[in-house]
C-alpha cells in the first residue's frame, strides 16, 4: 500500500503542476492589462454624456455652452482657450495613459500616438501652403513636443520636409510637389510611410494581443484607399494617376484597381460585396467621408468590446477621446457662427 | 500509530485548503488590480469595488470548511486518531480533490469580477448584474463541496 500512496501522491503533484502551467498560461494575457483597463473604463465613465453634449448643443450662447463643458473633465483646461485647452487635455491624458502602460505594449502604444505626428505635420504643412501661421500642435505623437513646436516654425515646405527627414523620408515626394505645386503628394505620402511602416512593424510583432492593431490599422488602411478611390472618380482621375497614393496592406484595393476606369461613381461599392464597407458606402454615399470617421469609430468600440483585455480597450477609449474633442470642437466653431441646434446635431457623432 | 489511511485523508485536507487558498488568492488578486485601477480614477466607488473583489474569496472559505471537515471527521482535529483504514482515506483524499479542483472557479471569478469592475466605472447602475455574473462562477465551487460532502457522509467520515 505504501508504494500505491506514493504513486498517488505523485500524481496529485503532477496533476497541479499540470493546472498551474494552463492557468499560468490563460492569466498571462489578461494580468499585466488589468490596471490599465480598469482605468481606462472609469475614465470611459467619466466621457461626456449625450445628455451633457445635448445641452451644449441647445445652450444658448458660446459662453453657455462653455460653462457647459466647464462641468465636465475639461473644466480646468479651458479657462484661457479652449482650442489650448483641449490640446493640454489630450496631451496629458496620454502622459498619463504611457505612464500606466505594460512595458511589453509601449511600443505598440507609439503606433497608435503616430497618427498625430502626421496630423500635426500635414496640418503645418497645409497652413504653411496657404500662407497662414500654423495653430499650435498638438502635444501628442513620437516627435518630442519641442521638436514639434520647431517644425510648426519652419518658414517653408522644405525646411518642414528637412526637419522631418529621420521620421518620414519625403524626398522622392518633395521633388514631385515643386513640379506640380500641389500639396497631395506629400500629404499621400506622409499617409503611406506611416501606414505602411506601422502595419509593417505590427505584422512583424509575435505579441498575440497585438494582433488586434493588425485589425485596426488594415480597416484604416482600406478606409484611407477607399476615400482616394472616391475622391478620384468624383474628380475624373484615372487610376494610373491615384496608384502612387493607395497605401499597401488594405484588402480592397486589388479588385478596386483592376476595374477603376471602368467603373461610375455610384458602381464603386459593387467591387465591395463581401466586405464591411458594401452596405456603408452604398447607405451613405451622399456623405461617405463622415460615414467612414463614424465607421472607425464604431471599429474602434467594437474592438474594445470584444477584446475587454489587452490593448484593444485603449484603441476605442481614444476613439471616444477624439470623436469627444472632435464635437467639442464642431459645436465650439457652430456656435461661434451662431448656426441652430438642428444644423450643429448634424455635425456631432454620438459614441454610444 | 499513523497509518496510510491516515495521510491519504491529511493530504485530502491539505489539498481542499491548499489548492483553494491559491485560486482564492488568485482570484482576489485579479480583481483587486482592476478594483485599483478604478479607485485611482473614482474614489468613491470603493464600495462596490470590494462587494466584487470579496467575491472569489468565499472558494477559500469552502476549502477550509473541506479541510476541516476531514480532520474532524478523522479525529486529527480532535487529538484521538482513529484507525482509519486505506479506503476511507482515499475517500477523505477524494472529497479534498473535488473541493481543491472546483475552487479553480476562483480564478475565473476574479476576472469576471475584474471585468464587472469596469463595467461599474463606466456605468455605475451595472453593479447588480456584475455580481450576478460573477456569482455564476461560484456556483460550480458550491456544487463541488456539495459533493465533498456527500462523499464525506456516504463513507462515514462524518
Known amino acids: 500500500m505504501f508504494g500505491d500512496g506514493i504513486l498517488i501522491f505523485l500524481l496529485i503533484v503532477v496533476s497541479i503542476a499540470l493546472l498551474s502551467i494552463l492557468i499560468r498560461r490563460s492569466l498571462r494575457e489578461i494580468v499585466p492589462y488589468l490596471y490599465l483597463n480598469a482605468r481606462i473604463s472609469a475614465k470611459e465613465g467619466r466621457c461626456i454624456k449625450p445628455v451633457e453634449l445635448e445641452e451644449m448643443i441647445t445652450s444658448p450662447s458660446v459662453e453657455d455652452m462653455l460653462s457647459v463643458l466647464e462641468g465636465t473633465e475639461y473644466g480646468k483646461y479651458i479657462q484661457n482657450s479652449l482650442e489650448r485647452g483641449l490640446n493640454a487635455y489630450f496631451g496629458e491624458l496620454h502622459a498619463e495613459i504611457f505612464e500606466i502602460i505594460p512595458k511589453k505594449v509601449k511600443k505598440a502604444f507609439t503606433f497608435l500616438i503616430r497618427k498625430w505626428d502626421v496630423y500635426n505635420i500635414k496640418t503645418i504643412l497645409r497652413c504653411i501652403y496657404a500662407g497662414e501661421s500654423p495653430p499650435e500642435p498638438i502635444p501628442v505623437g513620437e516627435i518630442e513636443e519641442e521638436k514639434m513646436r520647431e517644425i510648426a516654425e519652419s518658414s517653408d515646405i522644405e525646411e518642414v520636409v528637412s526637419l522631418i527627414k529621420d521620421h518620414y523620408d519625403l524626398t522622392q515626394a518633395f521633388e514631385k510637389y515643386k513640379n506640380s505645386k500641389n500639396l497631395l503628394f506629400l500629404e499621400g505620402a506622409i499617409d503611406r510611410i506611416f501606414m505602411e511602416e506601422t502595419l509593417k512593424k505590427i505584422l512583424q510583432t509575435k505579441k498575440k494581443e497585438l494582433w488586434v492593431l493588425r485589425d485596426y490599422f488594415t480597416t484604416l488602411i482600406d478606409l484611407t484607399n477607399l476615400k482616394i478611390f472616391l475622391r478620384a472618380k468624383i474628380d475624373g482621375v484615372k487610376i494610373k494617376d491615384i496608384e502612387e497614393f493607395l497605401i499597401e496592406g488594405g484588402t480592397i484595393s486589388e479588385r478596386l484597381i483592376k476595374n477603376f476606369d471602368d467603373l461610375e461613381f455610384e458602381e464603386i461599392a459593387s467591387q465591395l460585396e463581401e466586405t464591411p464597407y458594401y452596405h456603408l458606402l452604398i447607405d451613405n454615399i451622399e456623405e461617405y467621408e463622415k460615414a467612414f470617421d463614424e465607421f472607425r469609430i464604431r471599429m474602434g468600440k467594437e474592438i474594445s468590446t470584444t477584446h475587454p483585455f489587452g490593448i484593444a480597450p485603449l484603441i476605442g477609449f481614444f476613439c471616444k477621446k477624439e470623436e469627444e474633442i472632435r464635437n467639442i470642437r464642431a459645436i465650439y466653431r457652430a456656435k461661434e457662427a451662431g448656426l441652430l441646434p438642428e444644423e450643429i446635431r448634424k455635425l456631432v457623432f454620438v459614441y454610444g | ?158
Open chain 2, 1 to 158: 500509530m499513523i497509518t496510510m489511511g491516515i495521510v491519504f485523508a491529511i493530504l485530502g485536507a491539505a489539498i481542499s485548503m491548499g489548492v483553494a487558498a491559491i485560486s482564492s488568492g488568485l482570484g482576489v488578486g485579479i480583481a483587486g488590480s482592476a478594483g485599483a485601477g478604478v479607485i485611482a480614477e473614482d474614489p468613491r466607488k470603493f464600495g462596490p469595488i470590494l462587494v466584487l473583489q470579496a467575491l472569489p474569496q468565499t472558494q477559500g472559505i469552502y476549502g477550509f470548511l473541506g479541510a476541516i471537515l476531514i480532520l474532524i471527521g478523522t479525529g486529527v482535529l480532535g487529538g484521538t486518531i482513529a484507525e482509519i483504514p486505506d479506503e476511507l482515506g482515499l475517500a477523505a483524499l477524494a472529497g479534498g480533490i473535488v473541493i481543491g479542483l472546483s475552487s479553480v472557479t476562483a480564478i475565473a471569478q476574479g476576472t469576471i469580477a475584474a471585468s464587472s469592475m469596469g463595467a461599474v466605472a463606466k456605468r455605475p447602475e451595472t453593479f447588480g448584474q456584475g455580481v450576478v455574473l460573477a456569482v455564476m462562477a461560484e456556483t460550480f465551487a458550491i456544487f463541488g463541496l456539495l459533493v465533498a460532502i456527500l462523499i464525506f457522509v456516504g463513507t462515514k467520515i462524518m
